[in-house]
C-alpha cells in the first residue's frame, strides 16, 4: 500500500519526517501530485502505517489518502482535517 500525507505547513511535513524516522518507517517528502491539493505543497509518501498511531501526529497533517492506482490518481481518504 501507499500513503500520502499532506500538511498545512512545511513545518508539519518535517515534524512528520522526524516521528517517521523515529519509528523506523521510511517515509519520502515529495511534492504534491496534481490530482491532490495542499496548504504547503509538500507531502509524505510511504508504505507502511506500523508504529505510526494519529493522535501522535503533527497537529498540521491536513490529509491522509491511500493510493489505489497511482497511473490514475486514484485513492481513497483516509483522514482530512476538520473544516477541510
Known sequence: M???????????????????????????????PRFLSSSCGTCARFSDLKGLRIDEWPEEVERVVQLTDETTGSFVELYKAHGL
Open 2 to 32: 501507499t500513503y500520502l500525507v499532506t500538511f498545512f505547513s512545511h513545518f508539519g511535513a518535517m515534524s512528520f519526517r522526524r516521528l517517521c524516522r523515529e519509528k523506523n518507517v521510511e517515509v519520502e517528502l515529495m511534492p504534491v
